[in-house]
């Protein structure tokens, strides 16, 4: 059984960077079974796509991001890592890591992933 945990800071200051991190267990990253993703909802809106790494490293990210986010995979310690550029009010949100096994850009939807962590909140505030 494939199980996924967020972790990170809770409050982050405007203009900082946010780190979070998915630590994954029950598989191995690098084995190549699974893409594994960044997803986030903010208060009161829908769930947002954010990026993905694949097994070899290889990703993609959402347009509306894509200049101030990175995904770095661990591969000792199994875990892949969120790093959001400058944040803003706007990024406050519940932030998900996810796993699953076919590459869809874009996949924002629970039961669209295999594996779906529990979530870790962020807010952004002065």
């Known amino acids: 059984q494939v199980q996924l945990q967020e972790s990170g800071p809770g409050l982050v200051k405007p203009w900082q960077t946010l780190s979070l991190t998915c630590t994954v267990s029950?598989?191995?990253?690098?084995?190549?079974?699974?893409?594994w993703g960044w997803i986030r909802q903010p208060p009161g809106k829908d769930l947002e796509w954010m990026g993905v790494v694949s097994y070899s490293g290889s990703t993609y990210y959402s347009p509306s991001v894509k200049s101030r986010m990175s995904i770095i995979r661990d591969i000792p310690k199994n875990q892949f890592i969120l790093e959001l550029l400058s944040v803003a009010p706007k990024d406050r949100a519940e932030y998900y890591c996810?796993?699953?096994?076919?590459?869809?850009?874009?996949?924002?939807?629970?039961?669209?992933?295999?594996?779906w962590g529990e979530g870790t909140r962020v807010i952004v505030t002065s």
């Open positions: 029950g598989a191995s990253m690098s084995a190549g079974l699974y893409y």
């Open positions: 996810g796993a699953r096994k076919r590459l869809i850009l874009g996949a924002s939807e629970k039961t669209m992933y295999d594996y």
